[in-house]
Structures are given as structure tokens and as C-alpha cells.
């Protein structure tokens, strides 16, 4: 379950994309994806920022700017320019909502981004949302990790919400989840959100 977020939305957004105006405007996002990788999201949020400055990113499939505006949220939030993130998710769910894309990854960071703030009231919300997209039985079977995840930070977000029986009963339906993970099975990748922040205005 590696990646399970970046991996189903890249997936399902980026099948298909070979036209010249993608792989134009991709030059950049690639080189953001390996900033990313090695953990440098600040590199990450600048080259994310230069490929919406890519003269054929107008011309690409609305699936391939829900994955630009998903991952340059991500890397906006990770360097604690929380507004601006959260403006670039929304976009990102918005342009997969459109386009039959998975928009429920997008709310599942939405919740995490409000999550690091402590804006629990807010982070709640976002994963009632997902919560009210996914059906239990299915994402316990085959997404277990990532159902489980989403379950223990909704959890974390009712406690901080001052709701502590619903967070545990949100725990324990992440408990049940997780008796379905495999051994060999990694957990999903979580966007370590206000851990490198930088000084100064956003460029």
C-alpha cells in the first residue's frame, strides 16, 4: 500500500497522457517529484510553481492540473504556506470531481493540512466527507491501510474537537481495518504537513 494516495491519483489522473503539451508542461512536474522523493519539498513547491508557468499547461487534460494543484498543495503545506495549500487542494478536488477523478484524496489532505494546524472543527469536516464517499465494506478489504489512516486521523480530529466518544469510536473502526492489512502490506504515505517551513513570501 506504499504511496497509496500519490500512486491512485497519478494513476488513474495521468493514464493516457501523452500529448506534447503534457509532456512539455510534465518536465518541471517530474523534476518537483524528485525534489519531493528525496524529501526536499521546498525544491519540490518551486518547480511545482514553474510548471504552472508552462506555456502548454493550458492545453493539458483536466486530470493532469487535479495532480499539479494535488502536489503542489502538498508541498505548499509541507513548508507551512497553509492558505495557499489549501486553495490548491481545493482545485485539485474540484478538477477531479469534473473529470471523474478519485476527489476523495484530495479532501483526505484537506483534513490532514487542517489536522496539523489543530483547526479540528474544520479537519473533522473534511473527513466526514471522505468518510461519506467510501463504502466501509470495500474500503476495508481493498484499501485497508489507507482506511484505517483516514479513520485515526478522524479520530484524532474528534478528540481535538471535543466529540471523544465518536473518536473512539472512530478508533476502533480503524482497529478493525487494520486486522485486514497483510503483513507484507507498507502503510500509506503521509505529507508531513508544517515540518520545513521557509521564511519569507511564497515565490
Known amino acids: ?28 512536474m517530474q523534476k518537483g517529484d524528485d525534489a519531493r522523493a528525496r524529501g526536499d519539498w521546498d525544491a519540490a513547491r518551486r518547480m511545482y ?20 494543484h494535488y502536489e503542489y498543495g502538498r508541498s505548499l503545506g509541507v513548508t507551512c504556506f497553509y492558505k495557499e495549500a489549501e486553495n490548491e487542494l481545493i482545485l485539485a478536488h474540484d478538477l477531479d470531481k469534473k ?3 478519485v476527489f476523495y484524496l484530495s479532501l483526505t ?12 472543527p474544520e479537519a473533522v469536516a473534511y473527513f466526514e466527507r471522505v468518510l461519506a464517499e467510501l463504502d466501509p465494506a470495500i474500503a476495508a478489504k481493498k484499501a485497508p491501510s489507507f482506511y484505517a489512516d483516514v479513520l ?33 502490506q507498507s502503510g500509506t504515505e503521509r505529507t508531513p504537513y508544517g515540518t520545513q517551513c521557509t521564511k519569507g513570501m511564497i515565490d
Do not use: W
Not at 7 to 27: D, R
Not at 58 to 66: E, I, K, L, M
Not at 157 to 165: D, F, Q, T, V, Y
Open 1 to 28: 500500500m506504499k504511496r497509496l494516495i500519490s500512486g491512485i491519483i497519478i494513476l488513474l489522473s495521468l493514464a493516457g497522457c501523452t500529448t506534447v503539451n503534457e509532456k512539455s508542461a510534465g518536465h518541471s
Open 49 to 68: 510553481a514553474t510548471a504552472f508557468a508552462d506555456r502548454n499547461l493550458g492545453q493539458t487534460s483536466p486530470r493532469y492540473r487535479a495532480v499539479l
Open 99 to 101: 473529470s471523474g477523478g
Open 109 to 120: 489532505e484537506l483534513g490532514r493540512l487542517n489536522l496539523a494546524q489543530k483547526n479540528y
Open 152 to 184: 485515526d486521523d478522524y479520530a484524532s480530529a474528534l478528540s481535538g474537537a471535543g466529540r471523544p466518544k465518536n473518536a473512539e469510536a472512530a478508533a476502533k473502526q480503524a482497529a478493525e481495518a487494520r486486522a485486514n492489512i497483510a503483513a507484507d
